[in-house]
């Protein structure tokens, strides 16, 4: 595998949640001809407006979805909805800044496309402060850096949450039903500890990865959509029925747990990284825009409407996973399965991410005859580091909330208001504008802060499980 291939597709921007292989933009570069205006490459396979918004919702609705009706527990069914609006209203806000720097860069640099962290490299080149400018490659480096722990905390959140759900249906089995409305408590059959389950998904995840084509994959991406889209059918046709009364539910949670909350919430919302590679495969980029603001006011719904009723449902007994609430039945084991089988797929196209980045910086220091050998090597390392990490933090509603606290923050809400001070300053920006920006920041920095801090004190706190669970709601 040629680096220098490796270094010219813009892998970096699949930063997503779920993001699919199909969308790379690195194709029809040769094409573009420059004429001082914002230009496109990919012109001859480029999408429309009703395509772009399909990608940007399967880019923004992952794994972080099922974790939100614990993050409304966390925050409280009254501030978690709030919450999930105001953050959600922000993390737009950025992705519109994102955009509009990138735009700029584009007029101002002829360039027919700036990612991610080309973006973050001239807005610090355009900076008033000389330091900042004489370090601007660091701007890249950062952004990569974050992007690989985003992916990888990704991969490590998969591993929890394969064990997790597969763990609880083998335990099940010997209850499980094809009546999914008795109320009766099953006793569960000792299985193996989910650790050993992730030590048995590790050679099939080191496989699945070995699949290097990033076209290939696109097979990977198609059943792990349609797996995931069914599932999510049946949660919410299983969440709208029969909900208790909520009268007992607290309109506020304690500040404590409010951290933990931002963190999920974060993570649920990074899908910042695939903006710029969506709008610039588009027909009619100029209604990209639009496409951002009703695609995302639809994935904020799904939050907030998923958020709310997985809570309403299961109340305290809510779990990381709103799967692992389902009833112990066929049907919703299934689901269990299906969501499964989609995640585990998904893998494979969220590991591409850091493996293009990591991969060419070894490759380019070995020898040209074991390019394939140092390339296998590595993406097993990879793999079985994101194992142990996650055998280290079983926890998933934990694991979540870390990785939004200590990556997606930072692409989300840290970085794209820093740079649109850097990339305007200059030309002359609004006081109003510069304190907006700064409070964004701030914001970010503080959830990054206490959320990360509260976090890992949560994972040195002992914690315990009863062994009865009820057929029909599947508490634990």
Same mark, same amino acid.
């Given at each position: 595998?040629? /680096?220098?291939?490796?270094?010219?597709?813009?892998?970096?921007?699949?930063?997503?949640?779920?993001?699919?292989?199909?969308?790379?933009?690195?194709?029809?570069?040769?094409?573009?001809?420059?004429?001082?205006? %914002?230009?496109?490459?990919?012109?001859?396979?480029?999408? @429309?407006?009703?395509?772009?918004?399909?990608?940007?919702?399967?880019?923004?609705?992952?794994?972080?979805?099922?974790?939100?009706?614990?993050?409304?527990?966390?925050?409280?069914?009254?501030?978690?909805?709030?919450?999930?609006?105001?953050?959600?209203?922000?993390?737009?806000?950025?992705?519109?800044?994102?955009?509009?720097?990138?735009?700029?860069?584009?007029?101002?640099?002829?360039?027919?496309?700036?990612?991610?962290?080309?973006?973050?490299?001239?807005?610090?080149?355009?900076?008033?402060?000389?330091?900042?400018?004489?370090?601007?490659?660091?701007?890249?480096?950062?952004?990569?850096?974050?992007?690989?722990?985003?992916?990888?905390?990704? +991969?490590?959140?998969?591993? =929890?949450?394969?064990?997790?759900?597969?763990?609880?249906?083998?335990?099940?089995?010997?209850?499980? @039903?094809?009546?999914?409305?008795?109320?009766?408590?099953?006793?569960?059959?000792?299985?193996?500890?989910?650790? #050993?389950?992730? $030590? /048995?998904?590790?050679?099939?995840?080191?496989?699945? =990865?070995?699949?290097?084509? $990033?076209?290939? #994959?696109?097979?990977?991406?198609?059943?792990?959509?349609? @797996?995931?889209?069914?599932?999510?059918?049946?949660?919410?046709?299983?969440?709208?029925?029969?909900?208790?009364?909520?009268?007992?539910?607290?309109?506020?949670?304690?500040?404590?747990?409010?951290?933990?909350?931002?963190?999920?919430?974060?993570?649920?919302?990074?899908?910042?990284?695939?903006?710029?590679?969506?709008?610039?495969?588009?027909?009619?980029?100029?209604?990209?825009? $639009?496409?951002?603001?009703?695609?995302?006011?639809?994935?904020?719904?799904?939050?907030?409407?998923?958020?709310?009723?997985?809570?309403?449902?299961?109340?305290?007994?809510?779990?990381?996973?709103?799967? $692992?609430?389902?009833?112990?039945?066929?049907?919703?084991?299934?689901?269990?399965?299906? %969501?499964?089988?989609?995640?585990?797929?998904?893998?494979?196209?969220?590991?591409?991410?850091?493996?293009?980045?990591?991969?060419?910086?070894?490759?380019?220091?070995?020898?040209?005859? +074991?390019?394939?050998?140092?390339?296998?090597?590595?993406?097993?390392?990879?793999? +079985?580091?994101? +194992?142990?990490?996650?055998?280290?933090?079983?926890?998933?509603?934990?694991?979540?909330?870390?990785?939004?606290?200590?990556?997606?923050?930072?692409?989300?809400?840290?970085?794209?208001?820093?740079?649109?001070?850097?990339? %305007?300053?200059?030309?002359?920006?609004?006081?109003? /504008?510069?304190?907006?920006?700064?409070?964004?920041?701030?914001?970010?920095?503080?959830?990054?802060?206490?959320?990360?801090?509260?976090?890992?004190?949560?994972?040195?706190?002992? @914690?315990?499980?009863?062994?009865?669970?009820?057929?029909?709601?599947?508490?634990?």
């Amino acid at each position: 595998m040629s /680096t220098q291939r490796l270094r010219d597709e813009d892998y970096r921007d699949y930063s997503s949640t779920d993001a699919s292989p199909e969308e790379s933009p690195s194709e029809g570069l040769n094409n573009f001809s420059s004429s001082g205006s %914002y230009m496109r490459f990919g012109e001859s396979n480029s999408t @429309t407006w009703f395509q772009t918004l399909i990608h940007l919702l399967k880019s923004n609705i992952g794994t972080g979805l099922l974790g939100l009706p614990l993050a409304v527990k966390n925050a409280g069914i009254l501030m978690g909805p709030l919450s999930l609006l105001v953050i959600g209203l922000v993390a737009v806000h950025c992705m519109s800044i994102l955009v509009k720097c990138a735009h700029h860069f584009c007029y101002r640099l002829n360039k027919p496309f700036v990612d991610y962290g080309d973006t973050v490299m001239y807005g610090l080149e355009a900076s008033p402060v000389s330091w900042l400018r004489n370090h601007a490659h660091w701007g890249r480096h950062i952004v990569d850096f974050f992007l690989i722990v985003t992916q990888l905390g990704f +991969c490590c959140i998969y591993f =929890v949450f394969l064990a997790d759900n597969f763990k609880q249906v083998i335990e099940m089995a010997n209850g499980t @039903t094809s009546n999914c409305h008795n109320n009766e408590t099953v006793i569960l059959t000792p299985t193996m500890d989910s650790r #050993l389950y992730m $030590l /048995t998904f590790l050679p099939f995840m080191v496989l699945l =990865v070995f699949v290097r084509n $990033l076209r290939a #994959l696109s097979i990977f991406s198609l059943l792990a959509n349609i @797996t995931m889209a069914v599932s999510l059918v049946m949660i919410y046709q299983f969440t709208v029925q029969n909900i208790p009364d909520p009268s007992h539910l607290p309109l506020v949670a304690s500040w404590k747990t409010y951290p933990l909350f931002f963190g999920t919430a974060i993570f649920a919302f990074e899908g910042i990284g695939m903006v710029l590679p969506l709008e610039n495969k588009m027909k009619d980029p100029k209604k990209f825009s $639009l496409i951002l603001y009703v695609g995302m006011t639809i994935v904020t719904a799904l939050y907030i409407s998923l958020g709310i009723l997985g809570y309403l449902q299961f109340g305290a007994n809510i779990q990381g996973s709103i799967t $692992l609430n389902l009833p112990n039945c066929w049907l919703y084991q299934s689901v269990k399965l299906l %969501y499964s089988i989609g995640i585990f797929f998904t893998y494979a196209l969220q590991f591409y991410v850091p493996a293009e980045i990591i991969i060419p910086f070894f490759v380019a220091r070995g020898p040209e005859h +074991c390019e394939l050998v140092i390339d296998l090597s590595v993406r097993t390392v990879l793999v +079985c580091l994101t +194992c142990i990490l996650a055998i280290l933090i079983p926890r998933l509603d934990l694991v979540i909330s870390l990785v939004g606290s200590v990556s997606s923050s930072a692409l989300a809400l840290i970085i794209p208001p820093l740079l649109e001070i850097t990339t %305007y300053y200059s030309e002359g920006m609004s006081p109003i /504008t510069i304190v907006k920006d700064a409070l964004i920041s701030i914001l970010g920095f503080m959830g990054f802060v206490v959320g990360t801090c509260l976090t890992l004190y949560e994972l040195v706190q002992p @914690t315990s499980a009863p062994i009865f669970i009820n057929s029909t709601s599947a508490f634990v």
